[in-house]
């Protein structure tokens, strides 16, 4: 082959269709599920205070005593995560006792899909820990 020849021959490279990459791909379906998991938190979480607390919100305390409900007796998970928002004070079957939970907080855990219902503690928690 001549030199001129070579420089004719050319390889052809096709480009993936951005749809096509398996990188590109996993980031989509990964942003998609995570935007759901964070839409349903953010659209259910209101419905999971009680109206005594959505009240007690609007006042804009530093810190409130809460009785949270969860679908189960919380693991150490669940109890690494309630030390991290307040004071955990105590736990009786599925409901437990925080103390000391900034507001910002009560509407993140709100969010939490094994949180089933949060009120405020009545009396401060003193008929809870009896």
């Not at 919380?74 to 004071?87: A, C, D, K, Q, T």
């Not at 405020?120 to 009896?130: E, I, N």
Request: avoid cysteine; charged fraction near 30%.
């Amino acid at each position: 082959m001549s030199s001129q020849e070579l420089d004719e021959v050319h390889s052809v490279r096709r480009r993936r269709a951005w749809y096509k990459r398996r990188d590109i791909l996993f980031i989509i379906i990964f942003a998609a599920v995570w935007a759901g998991w964070d839409g349903y938190g953010r659209l259910s979480g209101p419905g999971r205070m009680t109206d005594t607390l959505t009240e007690a919100l609007d006042k804009k305390p530093k810190n409130l005593i809460l009785l949270v409900q969860a679908n189960f007796p919380p693991e150490r998970f669940h109890s690494n995560v309630y030390n991290e928002l307040g004071i955990q004070r105590g736990t009786k079957n599925d409901t437990t006792l925080l103390a000391r939970v900034r507001p910002e907080d009560v509407r993140w855990l709100s969010r939490q899909l094994w949180i089933t219902n949060i009120d405020l503690a009545p009396d401060g928690g003193r008929s809870f820990l009896d």
